[in-house]
């Protein structure tokens, strides 16, 4: 009998750093510690009302397959709320797609082929990782600095490495692990190098709305010269605390773009039904709702940043969006740190649990001193989950003077 | 500016023949005709209300994420179904996917890198082409031929097409689109195959409970020889009428192709949550629901054969299993008479609307006599749909003398 084996892309496909802790965490519970989940962007704000009110109304007799492309209501509903935003798309020019994730990997497909390039700013949302794995294609990360707040580096260092097989840049906007929202003058850099080189412009903005003090979003799509080569990755998930029902949208004008991720959507039938029903119900909150949960996000900002102020030799500039904050943490090894927190730290009966920043790049060895904490608690719960990291950060034998801070690029 | 362009994954991503001619269906209907639609399968089945009984009692209050791999309550429901079919697969051996889609997605990537090859016994469920088309890796077609009812080939129309490159067998049991069963020999060829030269087995059983003239359903999780080789692909969709819930399984005793699969599902976060809880709910139906609705489809299945017998020049042999027919009509192109069908025809205020057959088969040419008819609605109207259809057939100006039959192979 022959032997047998999994694809190399089966063995490489990377664990998620943000999930792959977990079994320590339930292990930590089972010992009866607390632990503090800042490590996953799952908010605690309750899901609205609404939804459940819409579902009670359009239950279905046969939970039957939607359009591929989402039901016709879900994209008119999205095509209204990018008229609130701004944004120019109507609902012949998005699919609906399985969360915010569906709708990266519809775009990475739609632009590479296997072994072609993708430019992404570096730190970025790790799982862009998995979808590049499993299609074969090369995430060519373009290096930012914790030290100037993980901005954009100038055209210079884009263009060293853009090759004959680039593609495409991905980035998100506000970014996640960073909370970096984009200037003007960025955006400009990013629409010029795509106009030069012939690049896509895939840009994640499922955190549009989460800008704080005061910073304005600029969306892709809202820039003329690229109308035909930008595609918006987008999701319900953070927006409406609905991260469990998967639905999200790839918006473009390209139409070629289009049809592919329409063919390609056929292929797994259809999205979710039930969810496309309390994602059109999420649609018709009114832009106060928005402002509320901003409002609550910025304040869980400020008091992630003033307890990390008082944290000796711990190093973070002010994100301005998202809800996660990327620090630079007097340690060698972010997910040796990480994982003494879970299995050999207590404070009190509690620990905390953070994302160990290395999971962000692709560069080996980059994001070491760094972990992700994600701001998705209430004031008391966060200043507690940040006491208890203060606490292990102390106690850690791994210990170094200050944070460790390289300016890459 | 330089000019800009989609991927050939992106441009190649296959339409699929299900779905493609629905905008004719569309336009038919705007001009008044009522259109039977045996084109997709979309059972008419009302969803089993405890469903929604369970999802009354366990609304979330926050619609969060869920494992990776599952809830913990829908493994531990499915892992005592496949008990109760007889079948061992634990808890611990399947990770839950998003539709049966995602579980040959899953399959797929899991087994083969770019450029390797899957063979497929032809004609196959279109949508494998899909999955293919975005992984890049090629489906060798395995003729079979509509004179002895889509059973497999001996081994030595296998052998010669088995490469370096090949990495697994893929086949759907009961059949999509040919309803065939695969008997004892069938499966111990399969097996055969698998172990002399080292392949994986996906088996595509979504359809189980589906079979009918007493045949028994033989799971390859059974064959205790690859067990390390097997794995299933299962979903909630057509059991218990369930399509849009988007829900399904991979299992595997295959250490590796498991922890392949959940790293691949951990990119995309989690399959949709209440989904999930309606799943769970379905799984606590008694055997009997399955014993009712495996009547009513034999009886539409016998339904359909004593029609397709009454149109001159169609053959058709018996399918045993899932409630699907392909059927080889007195036509030279299927493309051209299905769409003919909804653009040009009408009998009494009517037409009927079938999927045509070439877009089952990966060989140029292939099934462009044969058409795919779903029997998913109830006698009465299963009847009128085959009257219409045979009204088209008579009046249809490409039609030939008789069924044209290619044995292939």
Known sequence: MRPIRVSRRGREAPPSPIRKLVPLADEARR???????????????????????????????????????????????????????????SADELTVTIGGSEAILMAMASVTDAGDEILVPEPFYANYLGFARMLELKIVPVPTSAVDGYHLPPASVWEERISARTRAILFANPGNPTGTVYEAKEMDLLVELASRWGLFLIADEVYREFCYDGRTHL??????????????????????????????????????????????????????????????????????????????????????MEELAEMPGVFCRTPRGAFYVLATLPIASSEDFASWMLSSFSHEGETTFVAPGGGFYATAGAGSAEVRIAYVFEEVALRRALRVLSAGLAAYPGRTAEAALVARG
């Open 31 to 89: 010992r009866g510690v607390a632990v503090h989940g800042l490590n996953i962007g799952q908010p605690d704000l309750v899901t609205p009302p609404i939804v459940w009110e819409a579902l009670d109304r359009d239950r279905p007799k046969v939970v039957a397959y939607a359009p591929s492309n989402g039901t016709p209501e879900l994209r008119a509903a999205l095509a209204r709320y990018y008229h609130t935003a701004g944004i120019d798309y």
């Open 219 to 304: 969306s892709i799509a809202n820039f003329e010269s690229v109308r035909d080569r930008a595609i918006v990755v987008d999701s319900v998930s953070k927006r409406f605390s609905l991260c469990g029902a998967r639905i999200g949208c790839l918006a473009t004008k390209n139409a070629d773009v289009l049809s592919a991720s329409l063919r390609i959507g056929q292929a797994r039938l259809s999205p979710p039904v039930l969810e496309q029903t309390l994602a059109c119900a999420a649609f018709t909150l009114p832009p106060s709702y928005f402002e509320g949960i901003r409002a609550q996000y910025q304040h869980r900002r400020d008091v992630v």
